[in-house]
């Protein structure tokens, strides 16, 4: 992995964690920095339900212009602020073309 | 089956093994137009991807209005006491920009139903203030049960 790679990486997933306390009613009291990289967004992690899940399928949509429509795609990529990261980072500039 | 109509596809949102009656009432439609589609709130996400797949190509989803399927409620006063309604419809009309039509339906004879489709909102989130405005959605939602409630003299 290149520098830049990973440093693009940790923007990302600032700015996720950033844009998910600030728009997730049941993470208002929460400090973005202490969201690890690798907790799980749903159920036992961070706690988030459905509903927050429909949020951050058009936070992507209108934040990055990315569109998940792959249910099995869909269980891998919501997991954790990690991969969601990730997902970003590897389609945001095919999506752009 | 009124909404075939509308010539958009239609998704519900709901447990298959709910409510047997309305499954075989779906199933009748079906010959019809397009047949309405399930989405199991029970799946991953609760069905996020589905539902707002549906809702970017224009089409309809339903949300039952008075199931929480053990998600969060929010409490309103409703005919003098408190009562714990869901608020997914509204929430997930304000995460995806998209309206909602209210629609509210009384039996008044054996076979006769008045169905109510005069309210419509776009729910839109104001800023920081997140519980407050789906909670003033959501009295906004049950002020209108109310009034419906009042027409028709239940």
């Given at each position: 992995m290149t520098a830049s790679k990973e440093e693009e990486l940790v923007a990302i997933r600032r700015e996720l964690k950033e844009l998910l306390v600030s728009m997730l009613a049941g993470l208002e009291e929460i400090d973005p920095a202490d969201i690890k990289d690798d907790e799980m967004l749903f159920e036992e992690g961070l706690g988030l339900d459905s509903l927050d899940a429909v949020e951050i399928v058009a936070l992507l949509q209108r934040h990055f212009g990315l569109h998940v429509k792959d249910m099995k795609e869909g269980r891998e990529i919501f997991k954790s602020i990690d991969t969601l990261s990730r997902y970003i980072y590897d389609n945001r500039s095919k999506e752009n073309k | 089956m009124h909404l075939g109509h509308l010539r958009k596809d239609v998704s519900k949102v709901m447990r298959p093994e709910?409510?047997?009656?309305?499954?075989?009432?779906?199933?009748?439609?079906?010959?019809?137009?397009?047949?309405?589609?399930?989405?199991?709130?029970?799946?991953?996400?609760?069905?996020?991807?589905?539902?707002?797949?549906?809702?970017?190509e224009g089409n309809i989803v339903c949300m039952m209005g008075d199931r929480s399927y053990g998600f969060d409620t929010l409490e309103v006063p409703f005919l003098g006491k408190p009562a714990y309604f869901p608020y997914g419809a509204l929430a997930v009309a304000a995460a995806?920009?998209?309206?909602?039509?209210?629609?509210?339906?009384?039996?008044?004879l054996e076979r006769e139903y008045i169905a109510d489709v005069s309210n419509m909102w776009r729910p839109i989130y104001e800023d920081g203030q997140k519980k407050r405005t789906t909670k003033r959605l959501a009295k906004q939602l049950y002020r209108a049960l109310r009034i419906i409630r009042g027409r028709t003299s239940l």
């Amino acid at each position: 992995m290149t520098a830049s790679k990973e440093e693009e990486l940790v923007a990302i997933r600032r700015e996720l964690k950033e844009l998910l306390v600030s728009m997730l009613a049941g993470l208002e009291e929460i400090d973005p920095a202490d969201i690890k990289d690798d907790e799980m967004l749903f159920e036992e992690g961070l706690g988030l339900d459905s509903l927050d899940a429909v949020e951050i399928v058009a936070l992507l949509q209108r934040h990055f212009g990315l569109h998940v429509k792959d249910m099995k795609e869909g269980r891998e990529i919501f997991k954790s602020i990690d991969t969601l990261s990730r997902y970003i980072y590897d389609n945001r500039s095919k999506e752009n073309k | 089956m009124h909404l075939g109509h509308l010539r958009k596809d239609v998704s519900k949102v709901m447990r298959p093994e709910d409510n047997p009656a309305v499954r075989e009432c779906l199933r009748l439609g079906s010959h019809e137009a397009k047949p309405v589609k399930m989405i199991d709130p029970q799946q991953h996400l609760g069905g996020a991807l589905e539902i707002v797949q549906a809702l970017n190509e224009g089409n309809i989803v339903c949300m039952m209005g008075d199931r929480s399927y053990g998600f969060d409620t929010l409490e309103v006063p409703f005919l003098g006491k408190p009562a714990y309604f869901p608020y997914g419809a509204l929430a997930v009309a304000a995460a995806t920009e998209s309206p909602v039509v209210v629609l509210l339906t009384h039996k008044v004879l054996e076979r006769e139903y008045i169905a109510d489709v005069s309210n419509m909102w776009r729910p839109i989130y104001e800023d920081g203030q997140k519980k407050r405005t789906t909670k003033r959605l959501a009295k906004q939602l049950y002020r209108a049960l109310r009034i419906i409630r009042g027409r028709t003299s239940l």
